[in-house]
């Protein structure tokens, strides 16, 4: 997919993100429009993955570690053609299988259920050791919040992949600066988060994470590392793409109403028509 076309896609994923969260009146619209973009990248370039085949053995993985960012993933999926992009719409409604985090039983595409922050990565790493010890070629992507890195257990895991030379896990650092209570340096800050990583034993990339060119850049770097994990630390803009939303800490956690919701459609319909007149 050219460049053209992964920016009209990542258009019409924010536009479901904010669909899905004003429909539930609830859920986390901020973090997932920040990491849009590397979504967007993941599933229609990067990955080797199939819809009609969301279970098959070779497929490479992607753990939303940050699994509050699932009106993300969700709207990915969607446009990727795992489930209607209707159902975005019945987002944390009774009875919907789009809960508030990802839920790998129920909908198609999720390789691992996630929410507790911390976790995701633990998982994606054991998922890379599997790969190691049977031979088998898949990759594994996990995205993690730079709130979500203050958890101890990513350090953890951080560890056992840098120590068994784990090359076939990337992870993704969604670097927009704010959490739930503010900016990440006040709330408990993980700086310099490429250093850490450094640290690890990683092969350390950064990034504008909402930049296609630096993101294709980045991947196609990571697939030429040997006997290192990868980590690329992507600078993003919570909210991207929705104006009143970009840089607000309040939209951590928040679900526009009726009139906001308007605001922002009309935010992502104009870049939609910049982008075909292009």
Not at 95 to 118: C, E, N, R, T
Not at 131 to 147: C, E, I
């Amino acid at each position: 997919m050219d460049k053209q076309a992964l920016l009209k896609t990542a258009n019409e994923v924010r536009k479901g993100i904010l669909t899905a969260v004003h429909s539930a009146k609830s859920g986390h619209p901020g973090g997932s429009l920040s990491a849009a973009d590397i979504m967007t990248y993941l599933y229609f370039e990067e990955m080797n993955v199939d819809p009609k085949d969301p279970k098959k053995a070779d497929r490479d993985r992607f753990v939303l570690s940050k699994g509050h960012a699932a009106p993300g993933l969700y709207s990915t999926l969607a446009q990727k053609g795992y489930f209607p992009v209707e159902d975005l719409k019945t987002l944390r409604h009774v009875g919907s299988y789009l809960q508030g985090h990802p839920d790998m039983k129920h909908i198609p595409g999720v390789d691992m259920s996630a929410g507790s922050l911390g976790q995701g990565i633990s998982a994606a790493v054991g998922m890379a050791i599997s790969a190691k010890l049977s031979g088998d070629t898949y990759r594994v992507y996990t995205m993690l919040g730079d709130g979500e890195i203050q958890e101890g257990q990513v350090w953890e895991a951080a560890m056992l992949a840098g120590s068994r030379h784990l090359d076939n896990l990337v992870a993704i650092v969604d670097n927009n600066n704010l959490q739930i209570d503010g900016t990440i340096e006040e709330v408990n800050s993980p700086y310099p988060i490429d250093k850490k990583f450094e640290a690890f034993n990683f092969h350390v990339i950064n990034i504008n994470g909402n930049d296609f060119d630096e993101i294709d850049a980045a991947f196609k770097e990571a697939k030429t590392v040997k006997g290192k994990p990868v980590a690329i630390i992507a600078k993003t803009v919570k909210g991207k793409g929705v104006s009143y939303m970009e840089n607000q800490v309040g939209w951590h956690g928040s679900a526009p109403n009726d009139e906001q919701y308007e605001i922002g459609m009309k935010d992502l319909e104009k870049a939609g028509e910049a982008l075909c007149q292009k």
